[in-house]
DNA sequence: CTGAAAGCGCTTACAG
DNA sequence: CTGAAAGCGCTTACAG
């Protein structure tokens, strides 16, 4: 089954392969493969008759046998949860940027399930389809850390925090105490949350928002109520919902911190059909600082988005370039952000 | 150079391949490769000892060499550029949805320049690292329409019109007539525009909507004037600029019509910092209904975004799945959603 | 029911 | 400077 010599025989539809250039150019594919990468040591003849071969025949070669062949596929991927979400995006793009120049391209794979993250590793746990990962808003199963620190696959985290790898991160216990002081300065002492569901991917950052939250009510002396705290997903109708509840209590909250901007969102357009005046009658602070926030002036906690996809694809950048990175976790700036939907709490 | 028969003689740091577990096991090769896909007529006991094995060694199959073998990889790309643009996402959401419950995994590769738009070409034209390819406001070259035809690579386009690929698109010379028209009616005489430079790969809609605001110009016997006439990139502080050069020319539009939402929410961000009154002194009407417009109440010309990935992702597992699909060109309704940025033109 | 061998399409020592 | 061969890690006829 040895390469036919020329390009007519081989079944229309198959592109050639390296097999049938050497043979149309006669030489052997290793000269093939090495023109192909520009290897010195070729003589220049035998060079010529190669790249002919290669362009009568349109011959490109196999990405994927390459990959299999070299170890290598000079490809990112980034792995990351509802990665429509605005401050998904926002983080996507910061990688973007951080990889813009580099010899490396981008793939994203999105996880909306437990099903499809054993998938995604499946795929990635082994660096065959990706030289590295940054591994974004969740944090990859023990037996998966196993796998890629086994195989060696540089691994960065993005919003997550893993003991193994190096993450970029914010201090949420810092920012939901943040978030909450800033309601509880404003004068207000029934302040609820709205926060996102149990982690779907050990993804805990919600849980310690809430923890700062709970620590700045308390330090103000402010029992924190269950009746206040709620929960919901990113969903715009969910969002509404929440805090449609929460406004419909019979001690109704003056303000609404949101574990995200979405959410917070979701609150305000709530408030709105209620009839509830923002800031006069209820405070809606956020958290991220997503482009709309701005727009729209919400007042949030401004965490560094796009800056965090664009160091963590830096750093992945130095492990791939051989550079040892410590396994440490880098935290990025919060910063409160003080716009119209947050004001001092109605007398009463 | 056969496989050793114990893990632990597997250098540590590479993960075991099929001849260990066969080795293991004290089977061929090809019996770990039944276990492994499910075949019928492995004796249970034979099974079990390749199961066992596999366990001791925590094996997991290569992805990469399955494929390269299969020619098959359960894996759907989607090409697109600015893939972080708010009417990108809500496009790739609609193609997520589209694929939920099928059994391929999507990849998303951005395509920012031209180089990276051959590289990912390079990556997916052989129809191995993807069994499918989305292409999204981005048409390939005409080299790659043959190589993807060549290879029979099932390909659909979204948002882009190609005769050799099934596509899904709108009629933009229709909604760029359908925004004009509206601000016509309104008395509007001044009518600028703000379009995207010039197709950088080979996409043209920005285009056809400039014919369509000629055409309702034109039939409303209004004279089109170039220097109401303007290419920006949809970069908010490009956005910004241009609008604000329309907005201090002598003979001031008193309505914009931007090629895309993110324009027209640059257009009124400059009105606001030059203190023109929205609607009263400037009307503005984008293109798309992307999320934030309802919020902040853009008229738009609507066009169903995530239903655009919903069928190209249909369409494409129609194909996969083996049902041939023919090249057309599926036009998906526009719709003219009135808010509050556009008014009554002011009278002089 | 099972294994040896060829094949997927490359790259790269190794030997001339 | 160049080619035959082994290897990357799988799958699948083919022959028992």
Redesign the pocket.
């Known amino acids: ?1 040895e390469p036919l010599p020329t390009a007519a025989a081989r079944p229309t539809g ?6 049938d250039v050497a043979a149309l150019a ?9 023109v ?2 520009g ?5 220049p ?3 010529d008759r190669v790249v002919e071969a290669i362009e009568a025949l349109n ?4 990405s ?3 990959s ?4 290598r596929t000079m490809v990112v991927a980034t792995l990351l949860p509802w990665f429509t979400n605005p401050s998904a995006v926002q983080r996507v793009r910061g990688i973007v940027e951080g990889l813009t120049g580099s010899a490396y391209d981008l793939m994203v794979f999105d996880i909306e399930s437990e099903d499809r993250q054993r998938r995604a590793f499946e795929l990635f746990d082994r660096g065959e389809r990706a030289d590295g990962l940054l591994v974004v808003s969740t944090l990859p199963p023990e037996a998966e850390v196993d796998r890629l620190r086994a195989a060696g696959v540089p691994c960065v985290l993005i919003d997550a925090v893993h003991p193994s790898f190096p993450s970029i991160a914010v201090d949420d216990v810092a920012g939901g105490e943040m978030a909450t002081r800033h309601l509880v300065e404003l004068g207000h002492r029934r302040i609820a949350l709205i926060g996102d569901p149990p982690p779907e991917f050990r993804f805990e950052w919600s849980r310690d928002r809430t923890r700062g939250y709970e620590r700045a009510l308390t330090s103000a002396g402010i029992e924190p109520r269950s009746d206040y705290v709620r929960e919901g997903t990113r969903l715009p109708h969910v969002a509404r919902a929440v805090a449609s509840e929460l406004l419909s209590l019979p001690e109704r909250p003056t303000a609404i911190f949101a574990a995200s901007d979405t959410q917070a969102l979701g609150a305000i357009e709530a408030a709105r059909s209620l009839g509830i005046r923002i800031p006069a009658e209820l405070s809606v602070i956020g958290f991220d600082d997503i482009e709309v926030a701005a727009y729209v002036g919400l007042t949030t906690v401004r965490q560094p988005l796009l800056e965090s996809g664009r160091r963590g694809a830096k750093l992945l950048l130095e492990t791939l370039a051989g550079r040892p990175v410590e396994p440490l976790c880098e935290l990025l700036p919060l910063e409160l952000v003080a716009r119209s939907t947050t004001g001092p709490a109605p007398d009463r």
Chains 1, 2 share one sequence.
Do not use: D, K
């Open positions: 089954m198959s592109p050639a392969r390296i097999g006669g030489v052997g594919v290793a000269t093939v493969s090495r192909l990468n290897h010195v040591g070729v003589r003849s035998t060079r011959y490109r070669p196999s994927l046998a390459r299999l062949s070299l170890r």
